[in-house]
């Protein structure tokens, strides 16, 4: 998509930190941390929100937690936990309209989020 950030990241248009990347999905730092790790993990394809999630996009989520899974463990989050969130709409915190997972971790992680 022409004028989304997240697009615009994969294209190599906008600088970000890439930290993995495969045909499917790349993973980049949080310009913004709220903890010690947190990454993003976005499906090459854009889609808004989860509401835009469509049949053969299966497969490229289901592989965000492998990569989810990897990443946790290169930054040992493994033993003390993590988190992976994805907000849905401005009232749930979305303010990138390109589906994104963040990849919490290394603070303890209080429940309900806010
Ligand atoms: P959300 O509020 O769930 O849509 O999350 C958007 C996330 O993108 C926030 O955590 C921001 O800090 C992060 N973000 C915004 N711009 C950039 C950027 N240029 N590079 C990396 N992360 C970004
Ligand atoms: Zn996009």
């Known amino acids: 998509m022409e004028n989304c950030l997240f697009c ?19 993973a980049i730092e949080d310009i913004n941390p709220q903890a010690p790790v947190h990454l993003l993990i976005i499906p090459k394809t854009h889609r808004a929100t989860v509401l835009d999630i469509e049949d053969n996009d299966v497969e490229t989520i289901g592989s965000i937690f492998s990569v989810a899974g990897t990443l946790a463990k290169e930054r040992n989050l ?20 390109h589906i994104h997972y963040h990849l919490l971790g290394g603070r303890p992680l209080n429940w309900p989020p806010g």
Do not use: H
């Open 78 to 97: 493994d033993r003390g936990g993590f988190r992976v969130v994805l907000n849905c709409g401005a009232g749930a915190g979305q303010s990138v309209f």
């Open 8 to 26: 615009k990241i994969n294209r190599g248009e906008i600088p970000a930190t890439k930290v993995y990347e495969d045909d499917r999905v790349f």
